[in-house]
């Protein structure tokens, strides 16, 4: 169960002039509970008056560093006026502490050095980020594997990672193509060049990743449904395409939710949670506030990050009764179908619900 613990920062280190990589150092006994599989997030979070805020960022670094040296590494991008990506990249230094919760997520991979296999990725900008986790076990751990990395950014300046993707290339010639795409400098190739898009992922499937076992894409919104949908169109089966987003836009649509029951007005659903093996039932109205929302007043320790149907961390699997979402962007469809929500976008429909958290 997720928890958060107090991490040291043992390092920040530029990456680009909008970009830095923060290093934790992990103490020994803390390592089981932040052992994670390539691809999975932290969420880290700061007092903001009497409240506090949080934010998720994946771990760029892999489970092998961990282990061996306790050291765990996220990359921040700076947005403009971001209120954390503006301190990880601009103010903190090494020395200070961050209240950070263990591992999640369900984007990417276990890693298993019998496996046998192409790995094909779609990353732009900081989407690099689980990619490069992805990546780099890969290589490191399966030697019978290839991998295929299409990274997208504006111009060379901006790219994330630069060197470390180099080195990755000169260490694995045969088994990792890294194909840099740029979108305000022009490159000698038309693939190069330009966003990534479907034409370029529609050459990528016909030639370089034709025989890909696996596709991992995380980007803009734009990028991820893009390439799902040319993905599929080109005959990947949807379960062999994994995506992550990071953000989607400050009003994002709505799920057609179903209509609230008539006495939604003036009754409220009976909401049965259980999390970190206690349980307890908490009252929850029909509309309004979600249930998370409702839970958080009495369970504080319930896990959440975004709030807003992105990160994945507040996901929960209904035992009884039945909610209906606002929005989804991290959930795939097997996990619906199996009961799984977001508690962070969920609404009861039911008179009685239950819930377990994940
Ligand atoms: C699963 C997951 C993994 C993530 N991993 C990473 C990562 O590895 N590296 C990384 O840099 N970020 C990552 N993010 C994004 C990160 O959590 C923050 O959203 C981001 O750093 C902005 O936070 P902020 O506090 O700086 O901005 P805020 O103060 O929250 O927002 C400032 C303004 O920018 C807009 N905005 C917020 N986020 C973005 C965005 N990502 N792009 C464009 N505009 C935005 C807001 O709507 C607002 O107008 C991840 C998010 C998720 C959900
Ligand atoms: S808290 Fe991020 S999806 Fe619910």
């Known amino acids: 169960m997720s928890g958060f613990h107090s991490l040291a920062v043992a390092r920040v280190e530029p990456l680009t002039g909008q970009a830095c990589a923060v290093h934790f150092a992990v103490p020994a ?4 509970e932040y052992a994670f599989a390539p691809g999975q997030h932290l969420t880290l979070r700061l007092p903001a008056g009497d409240q506090e805020e949080r934010r998720t960022y994946s771990i760029c670094s892999t489970p092998a560093d961990l282990a061996e040296r306790g050291a765990l590494r996220i990359g921040v991008k700076r947005i403009p006026n971001g209120l954390f990506s503006g301190w990880l990249t601009g103010e903190l ?5 961050i ?9 990417g991979t276990p890693v298993a050095p019998a496996n046998e296999r192409h790995v094909c990725c779609l990353a732009a900008g900081s989407g690099i980020t689980p990619v490069l986790s992805i990546v780099t076990s890969i290589l490191r751990a399966e030697p019978a594997s290839r991998v295929t990395l299409m990274y997208g950014n504006r111009t060379s300046n901006d790219v994330m990672f630069l060197e470390e993707l180099a ?21 000698l190739s038309d693939l190069l060049t330009g966003r990534i898009d479907e034409d370029k992922i529609t050459i990528l499937l016909d030639g370089l990743c034709k025989d890909a076992d696996e596709w991992y894409l995380c980007g803009p919104l734009g990028l991820v449904s893009t390439a799902r949908a040319a993905l599929v169109a080109g005959g990947v089966p949807a379960a062999a395409v994994h995506s992550e987003l990071f953000y989607v836009g400050d009003e994002p649509p709505e799920l057609a939710a179903p209509a609230p029951p008539e006495h939604a007005a003036t009754e ?10 206690r349980t307890s039932t908490i009252p929850v109205g029909y509309t309004g506030p979600s249930i998370l929302d409702a839970v958080l007043a009495s369970r504080p320790d319930a896990p959440y990050a975004c709030k807003g149907g992105v990160c994945g961390t507040c996901r929960a699997m209904v035992t009884a009764g039945s909610v209906s979402m606002t929005r989804n962007y991290a959930l795939e469809p097997e996990e619906l179908a199996a009961g799984l929500v977001l508690a962070c976008q969920s609404h009861p429909v039911t008179p009685e619900v239950s819930l377990r958290f994940q």
């Open 29 to 32: 006994e803390l390592r089981d």
């Open 93 to 97: 230094q090494p020395g200070a502490a």
């Open 99 to 107: 209240e950070v919760m263990t591992p999640a997520g369900r984007f």
């Open 167 to 187: 080195d990755l290339k000169n260490s694995y010639p045969s088994r990792f193509t890294l194909l840099h795409v740029l979108s305000a400098e022009p490159q």
């Open 268 to 277: 409220r659903s009976q909401v049965t949670v259980t999390l970190s093996g």
